[in-house]
C-alpha cells in the first residue's frame, strides 16, 4: 500500500514537473542584415529546443520567399541537449512548395519547408538560412519571439549599412539598441535574453501591436519606381506614381456607364448605383505577380475578367467615378477586425487592404469594394475606426476612419414561443440586425447556400433542442446596413421540469470568455459596441391555472455597458424583456477587475432569472 | 455500398506468322455482382458554343432548389494518342455548368492536378479553352478565356495543380471550359466522378483502349449505368509499336445526379460518390509477352511481397533486427506475449511516426534506423522483423484507413489500401497492432485504423481477411459525490472518470497530462472552481485513464427548494442524431459503455421532495437505465448508457435516435430537497 501512495505521489510532482517547462524554447535567434549594391542579404540562424512532444510541430519551419529571391539553406541539423550532433538533414529533406495564400487564386510565393524531427526529448534542431533580395520596403521586421508559447533565450538583430545610407526605425525600449560605425559602414545592434512569448487572451490588443518589433526602413526604395519613406506623403505619392495610367476604361465600359447614370444628378445616388453596378458584375479574386502586392491591374483588367483583388477592384471603382467626374481617393489600411494601430513615425508599408473615399457635400463616402454585399458607403468591422493612409498626387496623409456606432440594438429579436405541455412546439423569431451582425449574416444571406446559412442561423442564436424550419431575410434599404430576418423552429424541452413546476429562463447574450483578473495581463480591447436586445415571449396551455412567480426586475450600468431584466404577465403568456450594451473602448488593467465583475454578473443573472409556474 | 466491377480490354492474340500480324478484339464486361436490367438510355449532345437564351434565363434548378450551381453536362474522353513516338494517355474534359447564384460562383475557378514522378516523366495540360455567358439587355455576351492566365502551383516534389478563372461569371452565367491532360503513366487511367457537390444533369465518359493493356475498372455509389456502349472505331487502323488495331471505345453515361452534400457521421466521402475508378490488370507486349499486374488476391499477394518497399524491405531489415535483438533487446526465457509487448514498445518509443499513412516503405531500414522516424509502412514492417527475429509469427496486414474508403474483396484493387498493421499469430489465436502509435496499448490498434477488413499478406494458398472493427467495449466510469450545505451558495462534488479502450485513448488525447490546462477547462466549461485535480495513468495505458478533482458549481435553487442535476453537465444535452433518417451505418468504433453513480448527502433538516421516474430500456441494441435509491443520509442515483455494437446497420437509426431522446431527457431530470417541515 505505502508503496503505491509513493507511486502516485511521484507520478503527480512529475507531471508538474513538466508542466512548468515550456514545450520548446528557442535558444538562439540571430539575424544579420546587410545592405551591398542594392542588395539586401539577411542571413538568419536559429536554435531551438525542443522539451517534449507537445513541441514536436514546432520544428516544422517554413521559409517563404517570392519569385526572384535568391534563399539558401545551408545547414538544418538535429543535435541532443548538449549540442552533440545526430543528424544532419539531407538537401532533399528540403521541400519547395508554392504558397497560395487562402482566398488568393495565384501569387507567386513560395515556402522552402523542412520538418526535422527526433524520438528522445530534449533535443535541438539548428539551422542556418540566407536570403537576398533587390526589392523592398523593408530592410528588417524583426520581432525575437516568433511564436505562441516559445520563449526566445537570446536574439539579436544586426544590420550592417553603408555610412551615408539613410534610415527609419522603430523599435521598443524592451530592446536595447546599440550603434557601432566602421570603416564606410554602420552596425546597428538590437540585443534581447529571456524574451517570453505574450499571452494569448480574449479581447486583447492584436498580436501585431503586443509582439515587440524592431523596424528598420529604407528613406529611398526602388519597387518598380524610386521613392521615399521620408513622410507619409513621401509614400503615398509613390503609390500614386504606381497607380498612374491604369484608370483608363475601354469605350464599351464607358458607354456601359452612360447609360447606368443617365439622368442622374446627385452624387450619392450616382455613387451608390455605379458600386452597386462593381458588386454585381466583379468579384474578389487575388491574383499578385512581381510587384503585384503593391500595383493594382488596370481597370481594363478587370473589364475583361470581371475580377480583380483588393487594389484592382478599387482602382476600377475609381476609374468609373474618375468618368463621371467624381472625385475619388485610394486609401491604404491595415485591415482586420482587431485594429493594429500604425507606428505613425515611421512611414512604410504598414497595409495590406485599400479602400476608396468619396467626398460627398461636406463629407466622405467610404467603398469597401470586395463586398458583393456592403451598402454603398458602409465601412464594416474590417476597417473601422483606425487610421489609413490617404494618396494623393501632392497632399498624401494619414487620416481617421470612421468608428461603428451603435444607436439602435445590433440585434433586436423578439422571441416567440407556443409549447405544450412537455415544453414542445414552435419558435418564431423576428429579427433586426444592424452593424457586425449584419455584415455576418448578410455575408451569408448573399454568398451561402440555404445549408450552410441554416447552419449559420443555428450557430446565432443562443438556443438548444431547437432545429430550425424556415428562414426569411429582407433587407428593406439597400443604403442601409440593416437586415430584417425571420425564422421558424421546432423546439423541445423549452422550459425546465422541476417536480411539478415549469421554470422559464432568460435567453443567454452572447459571451465573450474573459480571463479571470488575476490572470489577465493585457488590456481589453471591444472594438465596436454590441447591443443586444431580447423580447421572449412564452405561450402555453391554461397558463391561468398556476401560479406564476416573477423575479424582480434587474438594471445594472456601468462605464462599460448595461444590462436590464424583467418579467411580466401579458395576454396570458409569459414575457421577460432584456437588454445589454456592451460599449467599445479600450478599458486598462487597472479598472479590468470591475468589467469582469460586470460581464459575470450579466451572465449570473440572465442565468438565475427564473419564471417559476407551479400547479394550484 | 454499390459497385460493379468490370474488365476493359482490347485484346489481341498474336499469331507469329512471319509476315501477317492478326488481331482479333474481345471485349467483355465481367459483371461481378449481380446487375439488374439496367436503362438504355439516350445520350446527349454535348458541343460547346451551344447556349440559348432560355438557359441563361434559368433561375433555379427545379429538381434541387437548394442548388448554387448545377452541371449541365460533363464528359470525360480518354484516349491513347502518340507523342514523341510514345503512346501516352490523352484525357479531354468538357463541362457546361449554369450558375445560379453567388455561392456558385466558385466553379468558375478550374484546378486540373498534375502529377510528376522521380523520374521525369509527368502529366502535362495541354490545351484549355474556356467561356463565360451572360444575358446582357436580352443579348447573349459571350466571354472567352484567355489561355495565358493559366497558374502553376507547386503542392509537393509530386504535385502541382494549373489554375484558371473563367472570365465574367456572376449570378445566371454559363460557363463551360474544355481541357487536355496527357499522361504517360498507364497505371493511372484517369478516374471519373459522376457525382458532384452540386447536381449533375448528365455525365458521360468515353474511354477507347488500344490492345497493349487492359484495364479493370469499378463503379462505385451506383448500380449501374444509365446509358453505355461500346464498339470497335470504324476507319482505318492504327499502327502502333509495329501492330494494327482499331481502338475499341467503350462510352458510359449517367444522368440526374443528385448534389452530394456534406453528411455527417460517414466515415469518407470517398465511399459513397458515384465514381467510376481504373486499375491496369495486364500488360500484353506486340512480342506476345504478358504481364500480369494483379488479376487476383493471390497475385496481389505475391507481387507484395516481392515488392523492394513491402516484402523486400522486410526481408531487407533481418540483419539490423537481429542486431537490436542481440544488444538492446535482449530476450531470455520470456513468454511470447511478453516479447511482443516488448517489441511493439520498443518500436513505439525508438521511432517517431511523422503522420504519414502508406503500405510502402519510404525510405531504407538504415535510413530509419538513422533518421528514427518514418511513415507507417518504415516503422510497422521493420517491426515485423524485429517480431520475426524473436521467432514470432508476425505478418503485415494491408488496410483501408478511416476515413480512406471500404474495400470490395470481390476484386482486388491495391488502390483500397493505404496503410499497413501488423498480424501476430499466438497458439491461442492472434493479436493486430500498429507501432506507430505510443498512445495505445501494444495489442491495440488506434481508431485511425479501424474502418473496414484487412488483408495478411502472406504466401498462404487461401487469403486471410480481417476485420479490424473493435469488438472490446470502451468503457467510462463516472463517480459523483455532492455535499450540499444549504447556507451556500455553491455546491461542493467530487468527480472520478476512469475510460478505458478507445475512450480512454480519445481522452488521452483530448486531456493530454497536464492537470493545470485540464483545471482551467473545466472552469471554462462547467465549473465555478477546481482543487486537488489529478490525472493518472496518461502513460500505464494497461489501466483506465483516471481524472479526479473536486469542484464547485452553483447550487441550483428554487425559493427554499435544493434542485440538483444528478450526473452534472455530463450526459448529453441534446439528441446528436439529428438527421431525420439515415442511408450509412453508424459508427462508434466500439461498443460504448459508459455508468454514473452519484451520491448526494441529504443536509441535517432536508428530505427528498422529487425523485423522477425510473428509466428502463434494454433490449439487443442497447440497454439505458436510470435509478433512485434513498435512506435519510444518502440519495444515491445511477445511470447506464450501453450501446452494444460499434457498428450500427442505417435501419436503426431512428430507433437509436428515439432511444437517446429518452435519454436526454432522463438523464438530465432534476432531483429536489426540501426543509423537513
Redesign the interface.
Known amino acids: 500500500m505505502k508503496v503505491r501512495i509513493y507511486l ?1 505521489i511521484t ?2 510532482c512529475f ?1 508538474i514537473g ?2 512548468s517547462q515550456y514545450p520548446a524554447e528557442l535558444l538562439e535567434f540571430h539575424k544579420e542584415v546587410s545592405l551591398k549594391k542594392n542588395k539586401l542579404k539577411t542571413k538568419v540562424t536559429k536554435l531551438l529546443q525542443i522539451n517534449n512532444p ?1 513541441g ?1 510541430d514546432y520544428t516544422d519551419t517554413y521559409l517563404y520567399f517570392s519569385k526572384g529571391d535568391d534563399i539558401k539553406v545551408h545547414t538544418v541539423r538535429i543535435e541532443d541537449a548538449q549540442g552533440k550532433v545526430l ?1 544532419e538533414l539531407k538537401k532533399k529533406e528540403i ?4 504558397s ?1 495564400a487562402g482566398g488568393a ?2 501569387t507567386d510565393d ?1 515556402v522552402k519547408y523542412f ?1 526535422p ?3 528522445e526529448y530534449p533535443y535541438r534542431i539548428y539551422y542556418e538560412y540566407t536570403r537576398v533580395v533587390d526589392k523592398f520596403l523593408f530592410l528588417s521586421r524583426w520581432s525575437p519571439v516568433t511564436r505562441r508559447d516559445v520563449p526566445t533565450r537570446s536574439g539579436t538583430l544586426t544590420v550592417t549599412l553603408p555610412e551615408d545610407y539613410s534610415v527609419n526605425m522603430s523599435y521598443p525600449d524592451a530592446i536595447p539598441f546599440s550603434r557601432k560605425e566602421l570603416d564606410q559602414e554602420i552596425i546597428y545592434t538590437w540585443k534581447v535574453s529571456n524574451m517570453l512569448p505574450p499571452d494569448l487572451e480574449a479581447h486583447g490588443p492584436a498580436l501585431e501591436s503586443i509582439l515587440p518589433t524592431v523596424l528598420v526602413v529604407p528613406q529611398n526604395f526602388t519597387f518598380g519606381l524610386e521613392g521615399s519613406l521620408a513622410t507619409w506623403n513621401d509614400y503615398g505619392q509613390w503609390q500614386y506614381r504606381m497607380n498612374e495610367g491604369l484608370r483608363e476604361l475601354p469605350d464599351s465600359e464607358k458607354q456601359k456607364i452612360d447609360e447606368l447614370v443617365n439622368g442622374l444628378t446627385d452624387p450619392k445616388e450616382i455613387i451608390a448605383i455605379l458600386y452597386r453596378y462593381l458588386q ?2 466583379h ?1 474578389y ?1 487575388l ?1 499578385a505577380i512581381d510587384t503585384g502586392g503593391l500595383k493594382p491591374y488596370p481597370a481594363s483588367y478587370v473589364c ?4 480583380g483583388d483588393c487594389k484592382a477592384l478599387t482602382n476600377f471603382m475609381q476609374a468609373m467615378l474618375d468618368y463621371v467626374k467624381i472625385p475619388s481617393f485610394y486609401v491604404k489600411v491595415y485591415a482586420g477586425d482587431n485594429p493594429v494601430p500604425l507606428k505613425t513615425n515611421i512611414p512604410g508599408q504598414q497595409f495590406n487592404h485599400v479602400i476608396l473615399g468619396v467626398p460627398v457635400e461636406g463629407d466622405t463616402m467610404w467603398l469597401e469594394n470586395t463586398s ?1 454585399a456592403h451598402p454603398s458607403g458602409y465601412l464594416g468591422t474590417f476597417t473601422q475606426n483606425r487610421k489609413g493612409l490617404l494618396v494623393d498626387p501632392t497632399d498624401s496623409r494619414l487620416i481617421d476612419l470612421p468608428p461603428l456606432i451603435a444607436e439602435k440594438p445590433t440585434q433586436h429579436s423578439i422571441f416567440n414561443f407556443v409549447l405544450d405541455d412537455s415544453g414542445k412546439g414552435t419558435l418564431r423569431i423576428a429579427t433586426t440586425v444592424t452593424n457586425q451582425d449584419f455584415e455576418s449574416l448578410n455575408y451569408y444571406r ?7 446559412i441554416k447552419q449559420a442561423l443555428t450557430y446565432y442564436f443562443p438556443l ?2 431547437t ?1 430550425l424550419v424556415d428562414f426569411e431575410f429582407n433587407q428593406p434599404d439597400r443604403s442601409r446596413p440593416t437586415l430584417e430576418l425571420t425564422t421558424n423552429w421546432r423546439t423541445k ?1 423549452q422550459f ?6 415549469k ?1 422559464f429562463a432568460s435567453l443567454p447574450f452572447s459571451t465573450f ?1 474573459l480571463e479571470k483578473p488575476e490572470e489577465r495581463s493585457q488590456p481589453v480591447v471591444f472594438n465596436y459596441p454590441v447591443f443586444e436586445s431580447f423580447e421572449v415571449n412564452y405561450e402555453i396551455p391554461d397558463l391561468d391555472k398556476y401560479k406564476v ?1 416573477l423575479p424582480a426586475p434587474v438594471l445594472i450600468e456601468t462605464p462599460f455597458g448595461s444590462l436590464s431584466v424583467s418579467a411580466s404577465v401579458i395576454d396570458g403568456a409569459l414575457k421577460i424583456q432584456q437588454e445589454r450594451i456592451i460599449q467599445a473602448g479600450a478599458f486598462s488593467l487597472e479598472i479590468y477587475p470591475e468589467l469582469y465583475d460586470f460581464m459575470e454578473n450579466t451572465e449570473k443573472v440572465t ?1 438565475k432569472f ?1 419564471i ?1 409556474c407551479t400547479p394550484e | 455500398m454499390n459497385s460493379v466491377i468490370h474488365t476493359l480490354t482490347n485484346n489481341f492474340t498474336l499469331h507469329f506468322n512471319f509476315y501477317l500480324m492478326k488481331l482479333s478484339y474481345f471485349f467483355f464486361v465481367v459483371l461481378v455482382l449481380s446487375v439488374s436490367s439496367s436503362l438504355f438510355g439516350q445520350r446527349m449532345e454535348t458541343k460547346l458554343k451551344n447556349v440559348s437564351r432560355e438557359e441563361l434565363k434559368i433561375k433555379e434548378y427545379l429538381k434541387d432548389p ?1 442548388a ?1 450551381a448545377y452541371v449541365i453536362f460533363d464528359t470525360g474522353k480518354t484516349t491513347f494518342v502518340m507523342r514523341n513516338e510514345q503512346l501516352v494517355i490523352q484525357h479531354i474534359r468538357t463541362s457546361k455548368i449554369k450558375i445560379l447564384n ?2 456558385g ?1 466558385k466553379y468558375g ?1 478550374i484546378s486540373v492536378p498534375l502529377y510528376r514522378d522521380n523520374n521525369r516523366e509527368y502529366e502535362e495540360l495541354i490545351r484549355v479553352e474556356a467561356y463565360s455567358y451572360n444575358l446582357e439587355n436580352g443579348e447573349i455576351e459571350t ?1 472567352t478565356f ?1 489561355d495565358k492566365e493559366i ?7 509530386h504535385w502541382t495543380r494549373k ?1 484558371f ?1 473563367i ?5 445566371g452565367s454559363i460557363i463551360e471550359y474544355r481541357y487536355v491532360m496527357e499522361t504517360p503513366f498507364f497505371f493511372n487511367l484517369p478516374d471519373w466522378e459522376f457525382q458532384q457537390k452540386i447536381p449533375v444533369s448528365y455525365s458521360e465518359y468515353s474511354v477507347s483502349v488500344v490492345p497493349f493493356y487492359v484495364y479493370q475498372f469499378i463503379l462505385k455509389g451506383a448500380p449501374d449505368f444509365d446509358y453505355r456502349d461500346a464498339k470497335k472505331e470504324g476507319g482505318l487502323k492504327r499502327r502502333v509499336y509495329g501492330v494494327d488495331f482499331n481502338d475499341l471505345t467503350t462510352v458510359v453515361a449517367m444522368k440526374d445526379l443528385q448534389a452530394f ?1 456534406d453528411e455527417s457521421y460517414i466515415s469518407s466521402v470517398d465511399d459513397y460518390l458515384v465514381s467510376l475508378d481504373f486499375q491496369l490488370s495486364r500488360i500484353q507486349r506486340p512480342d506476345g509477352s504478358k504481364t500480369e499486374i494483379m488479376t487476383n488476391w493471390k497475385d496481389l499477394r505475391k507481387d507484395y511481397l516481392s515488392n523492394p518497399e513491402f516484402g523486400g524491405y522486410i526481408k531487407k531489415s533481418r540483419k539490423a533486427a537481429k542486431k537490436i535483438l542481440e544488444s538492446e533487446l535482449v530476450f531470455t526465457d520470456e513468454k511470447p506475449a511478453e516479447k511482443i509487448q516488448k517489441i511493439v514498445n520498443f518500436a513505439k ?4 511516426w ?1 503522420e504519414f499513412y502508406g503500405k510502402l516503405s519510404t525510405q531504407s531500414p538504415k535510413s530509419l534506423l ?4 518514418g511513415n507507417v509502412a518504415d516503422i510497422n514492417l521493420f517491426t515485423i522483423a524485429l517480431l520475426r527475429a524473436a521467432g514470432m509469427d508476425a505478418n503485415p496486414v494491408i488496410i483501408s484507413s478511416r476515413g480512406h474508403g471500404k474495400v470490395e474483396t470481390s476484386y482486388p484493387f491495391a488502390s483500397f489500401f493505404n496503410y499497413v498493421i501488423i498480424q501476430i499469430k499466438l497458439d491461442n489465436g492472434m493479436l493486430l497492432t500498429d507501432a506507430t502509435d505510443k498512445m495505445i496499448a501494444f495489442n491495440r490498434l488506434p481508431p485511425r485504423c479501424i474502418n473496414d477488413k484487412g488483408l495478411v499478406i502472406n504466401d498462404a494458398e487461401t487469403e486471410e481477411w480481417l476485420y479490424t472493427i473493435s469488438e472490446v467495449p470502451s468503457k467510462t466510469v463516472t463517480i459523483i459525490k455532492m455535499n450540499p450545505d444549504p447556507d451556500k451558495e455553491e455546491l461542493d462534488v467530487q468527480v472520478i472518470r476512469q475510460k478505458t479502450e478507445i475512450d480512454g485513448y480519445l481522452a488521452r488525447q483530448r486531456t ?5 490546462a485540464l483545471k482551467d477547462k473545466l472552469v ?1 466549461e462547467d465549473f465555478n472552481s477546481i482543487s486537488n485535480i ?3 495513468n ?1 502513460d500505464n495505458l494497461r489501466s483506465p485513464f483516471v481524472v479526479a478533482f473536486q469542484g464547485k458549481v ?1 447550487q441550483e435553487r ?2 427554499e427548494q435544493l ?1 440538483f442535476s444528478p450526473f452534472l453537465n455530463y450526459p448529453p ?2 439528441n446528436y442524431f ?1 438527421e431525420p433518417n439515415r442511408t450509412y451505418p453508424i459508427d462508434f468504433l466500439a461498443p460504448n459503455f459508459e455508468s454514473f453513480t452519484t451520491e448526494i448527502m441529504i443536509p441535517e433538516g432536508y428530505k427528498v ?2 425523485l423522477p421516474e425510473p428509466l428502463n430500456i434494454d433490449d439487443k441494441l442497447v440497454s439505458f437505465n436510470t435509478d433512485y435509491q434513498t435512506n435519510d443520509k444518502v440519495l444515491t442515483v445511477t445511470g447506464n448508457m450501453n450501446f452494444k455494437m460499434g457498428l450500427y446497420a442505417p435501419k436503426y437509426y431512428r430507433l437509436l435516435k428515439a432511444h437517446v431522446e429518452e435519454v436526454v ?1 432522463s438523464f438530465n ?2 432531483i ?1 430537497l426540501e426543509k423537513v417541515e
Open positions: 502516485v507520478l503527480f507531471s513538466l508542466q507537445d514536436d543528424r521541400k519547395i512548395q508554392s497560395v487564386l495565384y513560395f520538418k524531427k527526433w524520438h454585381e458584375n468579384r479574386i491574383v475583361e475578367k470581371r475580377y458583393n448573399n454568398n451561402k447556400t440555404v445549408t450552410k438548444s433542442n432545429a424541452r425546465q421540469k422541476i417536480g411539478n413546476r421554470v470568455d412567480e442565468k427564473l417559476i | 437548394l448554387e453567388n455561392e460562383i475557378e466571354t484567355n497558374f502553376e502551383e507547386i503542392i509537393n516534389d489554375k478563372v472570365p465574367n461569371v456572376k449570378e452534400r518509443t525508438e521511432f517517431k511523422n538513422s533518421k528514427k522516424s493530454g497530462e497536464n492537470s493545470e471554462e489529478k490525472i493518472k496518461y452553483d428554487l425559493n434542485v444535452k441534446e439529428t421532495a422529487y431527457a431530470e432534476k429536489i
